[in-house]
């Protein structure tokens, strides 16, 4: 995940370079896969549409990286986070002024809410 500043200086937010799915401290540890819609609250929280790990990734603007959604099975489920609800191929996050987000979860043609806790 590249931050590129008003500026044009461009940077790695989160992301070794490295295909593949692991939760971690930003450029260092942290890995996805197809990576694909980004949208960032008020707080400076990144969400991340991982589309190729079928999740929805956060990364707190000390750049940890957690999986906020998604159990890593494609597939469409509700639930509890990353414990029970599924995507397939999620493509677009979008985040409300209430915490709220919203995922495009193409696969499944369907339009996602993820309610903050």
């Given at each position: 995940i590249r931050k590129i500043t008003p500026q044009g200086s461009v940077s790695t937010l989160a992301g070794t370079g490295e295909m593949g799915y692991r939760d971690g401290e930003g450029s260092v540890v942290a890995q996805f896969r197809n990576p694909c819609?980004?949208?960032?609250?008020?707080?400076?929280?990144?969400?991340?549409?991982d589309a190729g790990d079928h999740r929805i990734r956060k990364i707190t603007p000390q750049g940890s990286?957690?999986?906020?959604?998604?159990t890593g099975e494609m597939g469409y489920r509700d639930g509890e986070g990353s414990v029970v609800a599924q995507f397939r191929n999620p493509?677009?996050?979008?985040?409300?002024g209430e915490g709220n987000v919203f995922v495009a979860d193409a696969g499944d043609h369907r339009i996602r809410k993820i309610t903050p806790q």
């Open positions: 819609g980004v949208a960032v609250d008020g707080e400076g929280n990144v969400f991340v549409a990286v957690s999986t906020l959604a998604g493509c677009g996050v979008a985040v409300d």
